[in-house]
């Protein structure tokens, strides 16, 4: 009897050990998460060997002030004059962009800038699209293909 009851004490102890022990609250995340104080909308995806790469963009503020009238909806404002980096492998530069009036602006570049000097069908390189906007930075991926 004793013997079963010493088992069940250190059972007991474990149980409450574990369950005080997986209660610890997390202070911050590993990698901070914001989000993206811009929407950008990207196209062109797929060109032949032989022409250039061109990419339009547009980057627009949503403001959603009146988000919860379902009459009026979230609005989209074009943000002009923004700067805007294009890179390959993360730390190659490829083009400076700044946005027009409407927020848009397009990337035209050759595929040897993209580090294809020779295109062939089924190539293709991943794009990132970084800036600042009122003081958050923002990237925005974009792969482009060959024909």
Not at 10 to 29: G, H, I, K, Y
Not at 37 to 53: D, E, M, R
């Amino acid at each position: 009897m004793q013997k079963s009851f010493n088992i069940y004490l250190v059972v007991a102890a474990f149980a409450t050990l574990a369950f005080t022990q997986s209660c610890v609250e997390a202070e911050d995340l590993v990698t901070p998460n914001v989000a993206s104080p811009v929407l950008v909308l990207l196209n062109g995806t797929s060109f032949s060997a032989s022409s250039s790469v061109t990419v339009g963009s547009k980057f627009l503020e949503l403001d959603k002030t009146n988000i919860l009238d379902h009459t009026k909806g979230i609005d989209s404002i074009p943000v002009p004059n923004l700067n805007i980096a294009v890179f390959i492998n993360n730390t190659n530069e490829v083009a400076k962009l700044t946005t027009d009036s409407d927020g848009s602006a397009a990337l035209v570049v050759s595929w040897a800038d993209l580090g294809l000097a020779d295109a062939k069908p089924g190539n293709q390189v991943r794009l990132e699209f970084a800036g600042t906007y009122k003081n958050v930075p923002f990237r925005k991926y974009h792969t482009v293909r060959v024909n």
